[in-house]
């Protein structure tokens, strides 16, 4: 596991983005650990990501699908 600050995933996000496909990378800040970087799989769901991890966007989903 690569584990980085902030400073540095900002400066290389494309590098770490590429790394994250051969090993989780988990991005610091101020030394805590707040965030790790991983790859949408193939079959992953976009949308069911959204949904379960957006409160914002299952807001407005519903708000569409009232309408």
Avoid: W
């Amino acid at each position: 596991m690569k584990v980085i600050p902030l400073s540095k995933a900002k400066a290389k996000l494309s590098y770490y983005t590429r790394l994250c496909q051969r090993e989780p990378v988990m991005v610091t800040v101020k030394g805590v650990p707040a965030f790790q970087i991983v790859p949408l799989k193939e079959d992953d769901d976009l949308i069911e990501h959204l949904i379960e991890h957006n409160p914002d966007f299952r807001r407005y989903l519903q708000k569409c699908l009232r309408g």
